[in-house]
């Protein structure tokens, strides 16, 4: 696009109107073609990885030849998380309205961080937060930051409350979480500076809660032993099976025992947009801070978290410092200065890639893709209780379900590689895409439906795949 | 865009094509009037934001109403960071070819935490990483992360160094910047739970650039009291001046007295691919970490910065944590997984919009726009001297000169009033925006050249309108 002569990064009118259309003609190709790609395929890897390898190139590549390399070998080679099959971890599905936020915000440049540098774009920012406070019901002085996903969101609460309830030296303090926490959990901890022995992981129930008594004797042990308790954490939908601990119960003992209550609702927390979410999460409108995922339960890219919190004031305490530099800084907590409230000082404008969907689209058709994903997931059950020889290991109490093959005669452990196998074989037909997990030491498969791309269809291949996976091990069984 | 009855957040082909192009035609014509516009437009901001507020909408509206929006009343109403006269605190400008490049991650929405997941798309990212390493000079098996930004590159580095140079209870460790270091150095530590007290802030010189001998001074002070010195930051350009410390005398200071040794290259780092930045900057190279930001010397949006770590082990033992729920990890160094050298887990694919700009243009035209930045900041500077009663604060380092207007019996609280107000006036035209900082209890104001849109033509404006608002200021005085 350049010649070795032009100096200039800056694309004239007409060659920057080509690069877009150049990378929209691939994208929509590419998306058209998703029910049609494997659900992964990351064979030969390695091998593509070190072919991309370069030195830093003095001299420019036509974009054309990037962008093919990009989305003809590159792209492909990978889970195919934004696909209809793509049933692993914690799906999303990307939707690609937000990409065009983020071509809008990237190409305007503007910086949210202080509210006086760009008050519209700070402004929908902070709409986009008070929506989600609205959603989980909590106060409507309550605030927030996006953050670029679950992770930062659980730390930036953890350290709000290390300074609302600990002194100085803050060391003796003591984190409670059930055993199916997620570690991002622990690895806030960790980089908030607690020793890893001072996270507990709480006992859980059959289904996979925490269990109350469990927890408050964890507390009466650590205080006893001259500990200070001081952050309690309830899942809202764990990785592992998508349960919800009881976000009331938790609520009436962080307030007797004066912790700060955290609710990690990063996967399960928009469900609370549907009737029946609405009842699996209650109690979560007692939370002192919320992480939630609009890449996940909102079906945005990858890097769309968002952290709320009941007392903005807490938040602030925790993260506020400023320079001589540093534009004035807001009065007013209906316009906050992001960079007050989070790590972040630059970033970029995460609000319109939220506010973009949900503008166009209203939260109709959310709602509607989440009563679908809890249909989903209620129907692969039911479907997978009626295969002989099939323990459902988790009901699903959101979107997602696990379960194992059984089989006589083998041992947990040869139950546990029996099953490690069926998985591969359903992932070898790259319908649909599945990954496993260890619940107190069985083996199990887990099905997540949470894409918007994922429908009827789709789940019916998932199923017909297990099926004969199932059918196929038992014809070559040992 | 969708009707009432329609459920899918899916758009068709058609649909999204006519959205990317929607905001396509917009963007272009953005871009193209960015040197008519006012260079920062903030008047009625707080009116505007309050207007924006809407309750969370059940219903859509359709993309080219928001778009209207946005860019005839939201994105105008701002600093304007990617316009030629925007030379206030630390610009960048915002290459729009990045913006393709989210476009393009956004919507086909991989996930690179984890190398198994997007074998390619990691090992791009990775690549990046080694290309940043290469030119400041670290050895070839360092590595590191592309992060959000500064802020979270510095307090990486910060854990990473708390993990290697304290024991468990890390409290009384010590850390030591100039007087002059960006207040993230100080946030970092907050976060990472050191009292603020223990964030020493060592003396500078006439030029801004830490006084090695207080630096000695303070640690042997502070081992004296018991304390535990672990981590000194040198500058490699400052916010406030551009000052670049003496990067080889504190290398052997850290080396001595065995602390992690961090530089802050945030702003300045990029000016290594110049000849004179790699002379300003040398025993960058003997860092242990570097933080440097692609958002401002690369010129890219918003949003991306990067950590560099002479030992990515280092890195990996401070931040690793995993789950059952995860895929694979790599063995191999070469190919690592972001997720364990880095806080975040979720996030979007940064490694692209570095990449694509990049491979496009290769790595010239950037030296070029460098070069021509340290140009017209030397070119600024010796125009200011020739203006009677203007001082140099700050002679330029790297790519910023501040300065103020001195004038016989005003007061120092006097002249900075006066400063003060000149800056007012400058920026009341609207043609560049210049922003202050205090200097020594001086109110200095600052130019800082960085964006790949200023050249010698919108400096040429500037020092219209600084010698123009000093003229009109003598007219009006006291």
New interface residues.
């Given amino acids: 696009?350049?010649g070795?002569e032009?100096?200039?990064?800056?694309?004239s009118?007409p060659a920057?109107?080509d690069?877009?259309?150049a990378?929209?003609k691939?994208?929509?190709a590419?998306?058209?073609s998703l029910p049609r790609q494997p659900a992964a395929d990351?064979a030969g890897?390695?091998e593509?990885?070190?072919s991309?390898?370069?030195?830093?190139?003095?001299?420019?590549?036509?974009?054309e030849e990037?962008?093919e390399l990009?989305f003809a070998?590159?792209?492909p080679?990978?889970?195919n998380?934004?696909g209809p099959g793509y049933l692993a971890?914690i799906p999303?599905?990307?939707?690609?309205?937000?990409?065009?936020a983020?071509?809008?915000?990237?190409?305007?440049?503007?910086?949210v961080g202080v509210?006086?540098?760009?008050?519209?774009?700070?402004?929908?920012e902070?709409?986009v937060v008070?929506?989600f406070c609205?959603?989980v019901g909590l106060p409507p002085d309550a605030g927030g930051i996006l953050t670029?996903?679950?992770?930062?969101s659980n730390?930036s609460a953890l350290?709000a409350a290390?300074r609302e309830k600990l002194p100085?030296?803050?060391?003796s303090g003591t984190l409670y979480a059930s055993d199916q926490a997620?570690?991002?959990i622990?690895?806030a901890a960790?980089?908030?500076?607690f020793?890893e022995r001072q996270v507990r992981s709480v006992e859980s129930d059959e289904r996979f809660r925490i269990r109350p008594e469990a927890l408050e004797r964890a507390i009466a042990r650590d205080r006893a032993d001259g500990l200070r308790p001081f952050f309690l954490v309830g899942n809202a939908g764990t990785?592992?099976t998508g349960a919800v601990d009881d976000l009331t119960v938790l609520a009436g003992i962080a307030r007797r025992e004066r912790l700060w209550f955290h609710v990690d609702a990063a996967y399960g927390g928009f469900f609370v947009l549907t009737e029946r979410g609405r009842r699996s999460l209650a109690g979560i409108e007692l939370a002192d801070s919320i992480a939630l995922?609009p890449?996940k339960g909102l079906?945005l890219?990858?890097?769309t978290?968002s952290l709320l919190v009941r007392d903005v004031e807490a938040l602030k305490r925790a993260?506020a410092?400023?320079?001589?530099?540093?534009?004035a800084m807001q009065e007013?907590p209906?316009?906050p200065d992001f960079n007050l409230l989070s790590?972040?000082?630059?970033?970029?404008?995460r609000g319109?890639?939220v506010w973009?969907?949900?503008?166009?689209?209203?939260?109709?058709?959310?709602r509607?893709?989440l009563e679908?994903k809890l249909d989903l997931a209620s129907w692969a059950a039911e479907e997978l209780s009626k295969i002989p020889g099939v323990e459902i290991l988790a009901e699903p109490q959101l979107s997602i379900v696990a379960f194992r093959a059984v089989r006589p005669n083998l041992s947990e452990e040869g139950l546990s590689a029996w099953n490690r196998r069926l998985l591969a074989r359903v992932n070898a037909r790259a319908r649909v895409h599945l990954?496993?997990?260890?619940l107190r030491d069985r083996f199990a498969i887990?099905i997540c439906v949470l894409s918007?791309?994922t429908h009827r269809d789709r789940m019916e291949l998932a199923l017909e795949d297990i099926r004969e996976a199932i059918a196929e091990s038992e014809l070559y069984q040992r």
């Fill in positions: 696009m350049s070795p032009d100096r200039s990064l800056e694309l009118g920057l109107r690069l877009i259309e990378a929209s691939r994208i929509l590419h998306i058209e990351t890897g390695t593509l990885a070190r991309l390898e370069t030195p830093l190139p003095e001299a420019g590549r036509p974009a990037l962008l990009l070998r590159v792209i080679k990978s889970f998380t934004a971890y999303g599905g990307g939707l690609p309205q937000s990409a065009v983020d071509l809008v915000s990237g190409a305007t440049n503007r910086y509210f006086a540098a760009a008050p519209g774009l700070a402004a929908i902070a709409n008070r929506w609205g959603m670029s996903g679950g992770s930062l730390f350290l290390r100085e030296d803050f060391l997620h570690h991002s622990a690895k960790m980089l908030a500076g020793p990785t592992n995922d890449h079906f890219p990858y890097g978290g993260h410092l400023s320079g001589e530099y540093m534009p007013d209906d316009f790590p972040e000082l630059s970033r970029g404008w319109l890639r973009l969907p949900v503008a166009m689209h209203g939260i109709a058709p959310f509607a893709n679908e990954t496993g997990t260890m887990r918007f791309r």
